[in-house]
């Protein structure tokens, strides 16, 4: 690969191309098994897996699909939780010779309808709190057989002793019904022999589903050489970690690609520990790192603020932690600062989306960090700025634009949609549709989404910007800011405020402490304070779902005979 400016700060032992193994993830699973047999794998409510037990439960999952009339190619979505069920489906389903379709369990069954027919699923995987109402969508989609799993499935301790966040678990066993199966009573009556069908390398292995919070949900295809050369990418980041001796907490939503790659694959290619934490508390983050002197930990702002705002965080013994990374995006300064404190770890920061596997932007571990920044980008991996107004100038360090990357890991496209994956992927170059700027030393800084840009009477505004500022008031918890319609600026700076408990501010206040440090274009004009900002299953704000109110709001008005202007 062409020398970049960033290969300069690659640790000892991380290079700027690889050599990768063509090995599909369910092959390394079967070589983990044979490597660490009796290691945990998974950890889940003080259940444990071995690397031996999982790899044979993959296998028993391959072969009921089989039983079931499931084909090669064929389509299985994943509706639950973090949960043993989740691995053993995922890794099954390559087994079988199918594509893992993950879904989030929030989702509406009006979203879930439309993803599981775009995806063309014919088998869905779901938690009981969801079975009745998968089996009354199971007709208006191309399902054929629905599984349904129980939190209780691997558990060894009597019922009642259930952890509070489980206690909505009926317990009860799925009325018999056409094409439904339990879970247990299903995959216990076929062997636990590999069905031996292969994996071709660049065959389709996942699709995962973006949000649609910008339209109709898009299927984003990843080959199986995606998914195992991403894993490689991202193991090469930590040249000093040894195979089958870490313990990690698997916080992160499997049903997102973040925690698919970088905690759950991850760890089964390095044999490590995955102590599954199916919701993330700030309680039960604390109790588990506590409890199994966890030394990885991925998680996102919403769970480092609660575990650093816990009421009995001195109860709780974290400093095991050697790596913590923070994704969709950066913390707060002062959380930050109090989390590194209270561990002795630093969190790197990184950078990818669904599209990229989503390794593709990484902190140096053990190396040159610079707060602000997202990091640097991993082997293999290309990136440039362009600009805003062609997609094809180049545009030189320090000059903001849109981020362009290309790489092993860039998805093969959207499912179904040729023309939405010809105006994403560009010879090559995937144009994530996000606004960054480099530095001299190849240190990426995320400005802001392109579609989220505020123009204001005709100055750009990034609403990231003005976000990160407001995290920094003593006072406040988090912020967002979006553009409203306005008549006489085009769009005008709102932002959204909640405040840390017991604090209080005025509107005047927030305005105030953004005219010290904003240029006058970029100051809220509107402060709104709420209690909570809405965001999506990995705790990213969704500014969307904001300014979408705001625009039926101004458009309410409008019918009053307020004039609106819509960008």
Known sequence: ????????????????????????????????????????????????????????????????????????????????????????????TWKAGGVVVPNNPLYTDAELEYQINNSDSTVLVTLDLLAERMIALKPRTGLKNIIVAHIRDYLKFPKKQLLPFVAKDKHKNIPPAEGVFEWTNLIKRYPSSDPGIPNKFDELGALFYTGGTTGVSKGVMLPHSNLSINTQQVASWFPTFERGKIMEIGAIPYFHCFGFTCSMNFCIWE????????????????????????????????????MMNHPDLKKYDISSLINCACGSSPLPPEVLERFENSTGCRVLDN???????????????????????????????????????TGVRELPAGEAGEILVRGPQITAGYYKMPDETAKAIKDGWLYTGDIGQLDEDGFLYILDRKKDLIIASGYNVYPNEI?????????????????????????????????????????????????????????????????????????????????????EKAAQKNKTGSKVYKR
């Open 351 to 389: 950078y990818g989306l669904t599209e990229t596997t989503p390794g593709l932007i990484m902190s140096p571990y053990g190396g040159t960090r610079k707060l602000g920044a997202a990091g640097i980008p991993i082997p293999d991996t290309d990136l440039k700025i362009v600009d805003l107004e």
């Open 467 to 551: 976000d990160k500022l407001l995290a920094s008031h003593p006072k406040i918890e988090r912020a967002c800011a979006v553009g409203i319609p306005d008549d006489y600026r085009g769009e005008t700076v709102k932002v959204f405020v909640t405040l840390k408990e017991g604090e209080s501010m005025t509107p005047q206040e927030v305005i105030d402490f953004c005219s010290e440090k904003l240029a006058r274009y970029k100051v809220p004009k509107i402060v709104e304070f709420i209690r909570e900002l809405p965001t999506s299953a990995i705790g990213k704000v969704l500014r969307k779902e904001l300014r979408r109110i705001e625009i």
């Open 271 to 306: 044999g490590w520990t995955n102590v599954l934490i199916p919701r993330p508390e700030p309680q039960a983050l604390l109790e588990a790192i506590t409890k199994y002197r966890a030394q990885l930990f991925l998680g996102v702002p919403t769970m480092y603020i609660g």
């Open 1 to 92: 690969m062409e020398k970049r400016p960033w290969h300069r700060h690659y640790v000892e032992g991380v290079y700027p191309t690889m050599e990768y193994k063509q090995i599909p993830l369910k092959d390394a699973l079967a070589q983990t098994a044979a490597e660490f047999p009796v290691r945990d794998a998974l950890i889940f409510l003080d259940a444990k897996i071995t690397y031996r037990e999982l790899n044979e439960a993959a296998n028993r999952f391959a072969n009921a699909l089989i039983g079931l009339g499931f084909k090669p190619g064929g389509k299985v979505s994943l509706l639950m939780p973090n949960m043993p069920q989740f691995v053993i489906a995922a890794y099954g």
